[in-house]
């Protein structure tokens, strides 16, 4: 089969690798449908995470199930199944208490024990702890949106969730990538009655008031700070999702937080120090980390069957799998907000 492996800052190849066979009575083996490029794997890609030696990369996919093992009971040969970004068992204590991305038991895509997830084809363990199939095969136009509940959707849904998003609130939304824009949905979809969007760029702009942004915002740093106070009298959001992960945007949703409001986090960090000193003084707390997608998964599927929402919109790009080296390099130089592939 092909599959895509990154091999160092800036190099990432579509290669063949060995077919996947099922090996324990838990597998399940899935063929690729649509797959995806995340935001984190771009910081692989840009050098920012060491890449010490080539591997498969990719952790958001959906397909139908080829094969599993004698064990697997809740997804059958034939079933159209959504992969969180994890792979978790289902049954350790974490996972037991919603936290799958805690698994005991932890697999990541790519390791060796599960393919990478940009590829034709997944071999993954504990199908039944990860895999979640929908009622019956979609339509293709539904494919887009089932995709973005491997990650960016379910990670927005965190972010907003993270901080207490409730109606009527005033959310401010740090960052706009797919999960950003999927954050600006998620709240709109919680009640918040004000949803400012930080963004700068037009097209993700255009899409944050589909989704449910009543105001945008295109400063940075202290200007969007001061805009942020502007517009809400000097008070302050009632909760921010920060969905960047770096030592600015996390200053940022602080700096733009009320009193007593919460920052949701789900930026990987990378360079972040907490301000306690804010955080004491003006009783603003900090919730969130690795979105628990698997958990959000069974309700944002029936939200995405029935229409409610459509967070497929934030595919601004689709590409064949032969193409995927572009599909980084597009996404790295903000010419794509997302890029979807298929095999």
Same mark, same amino acid.
């Given at each position: 089969?092909r599959?895509?492996?990154?091999? !160092?800052?800036?190099?990432?190849?579509?290669?063949?690798?060995?077919?996947?066979k099922?090996?324990?009575?838990?597998?399940?083996?899935?063929?690729?449908?649509?797959?995806?490029?995340?935001?984190?794997?771009?910081?692989?890609?840009?050098?920012?995470?060491?890449?010490?030696?080539?591997?498969?990369? !990719?952790?958001e996919?959906?397909?139908?199930?080829?094969?599993?093992?004698?064990?697997?009971?809740?997804?059958?040969?034939?079933? /159209?199944?959504?992969?969180?970004?994890?792979?978790?068992?289902?049954?350790?204590p974490h996972?037991?208490?919603?936290?799958?991305?805690?698994?005991?038991?932890?697999?990541?895509?790519?390791s060796?024990?599960?393919?990478? !997830?940009q590829?034709?084809?997944?071999k993954?363990?504990?199908?039944?702890?990860?895999?979640?199939?929908? *009622?019956?095969p979609?339509?293709?136009?539904?494919?887009?949106?089932?995709?973005?509940?491997?990650?960016?959707?379910?990670?927005?849904?965190?972010a907003?969730?993270?901080?207490?998003?409730?109606?009527?609130d005033?959310?401010?939304?740090?960052?706009?990538?797919?999960?950003?824009l999927?954050?600006?949905?998620?709240?709109?979809?919680?009640?918040?009655?004000?949803?400012?969007?930080?963004?700068?760029?037009?097209?993700?702009?255009?899409?944050?008031?589909?989704?449910?942004?009543?105001?945008?915002?295109?400063?940075?740093?202290?200007?969007?700070?001061?805009?942020?106070?502007?517009?809400?009298?000097g008070?302050?959001?009632?909760?921010?999702?920060?969905?960047?992960?770096?030592?600015?945007?996390?200053?940022?949703? /602080?700096?733009?937080?009320?009193?007593?409001?919460?920052?949701? /986090?789900?930026g990987?960090p990378?360079?972040?120090?907490?301000?306690?000193?804010?955080? /004491?003084?003006?009783?603003?707390?900090?919730?969130g980390?690795?979105?628990l997608?698997?958990?959000?998964?069974?309700?944002?599927?029936?939200?995405?069957l029935?229409?409610?929402?459509?967070?497929?919109?934030?595919?601004?790009?689709?590409?064949?799998?032969?193409?995927?080296?572009?599909?980084?390099?597009?996404?790295h130089?903000?010419?794509?907000?997302?890029?979807?592939?298929? *095999?």
């Amino acid at each position: 089969m092909r599959a895509t492996v990154i091999h !160092g800052a800036f190099d990432v190849r579509l290669e063949e690798r060995p077919d996947p066979k099922i090996e324990g009575p838990g597998d399940a083996v899935v063929k690729v449908v649509a797959s995806c490029i995340c935001g984190s794997d771009l910081w692989p890609y840009r050098g920012e995470n060491q890449v010490k030696k080539p591997r498969p990369i !990719g952790h958001e996919f959906v397909g139908i199930v080829e094969e599993v093992g004698g064990e697997v009971r809740t997804v059958n040969p034939g079933d /159209f199944v959504i992969a969180p970004f994890v792979v978790g068992d289902g049954t350790c204590p974490h996972c037991l208490a919603g936290f799958h991305t805690a698994c005991q038991n932890l697999v990541g895509y790519g390791s060796g024990k599960a393919d990478g !997830g940009q590829g034709e084809y997944v071999k993954l363990p504990y199908a039944d702890g990860t895999l979640v199939a929908t *009622p019956e095969p979609p339509d293709d136009a539904m494919v887009p949106s089932l995709l973005t509940l491997s990650d960016v959707m379910g990670t927005g849904w965190h972010a907003a969730r993270s901080a207490r998003v409730k109606p009527g609130d005033t959310v401010v939304v740090v960052g706009d990538g797919a999960v950003g824009l999927c954050g600006v949905l998620a709240a709109s979809r919680m009640g918040a009655e004000r949803v400012v969007a930080l963004s700068r760029h037009a097209p993700r702009q255009k899409l944050a008031k589909e989704f449910g942004a009543t105001d945008i915002i295109a400063e940075r740093g202290d200007a969007a700070r001061d805009a942020v106070l502007e517009l809400t009298k000097g008070v302050g959001a009632d909760a921010v999702l920060e969905c960047v992960g770096t030592k600015q945007s996390m200053e940022t949703a /602080f700096e733009v937080a009320r009193a007593g409001a919460t920052v949701g /986090f789900v930026g990987v960090p990378h360079g972040v120090e907490v301000p306690i000193g804010t955080m /004491f003084g003006r009783n603003v707390g900090l919730n969130g980390g690795a979105a628990l997608c698997r958990a959000y998964l069974p309700d944002l599927m029936n939200d995405v069957l029935s229409g409610a929402i459509d967070p497929g919109k934030v595919f601004d790009s689709e590409l064949p799998l032969a193409d995927v080296a572009e599909g980084y390099a597009a996404m790295h130089e903000r010419r794509a907000i997302k890029v979807l592939l298929r *095999p």
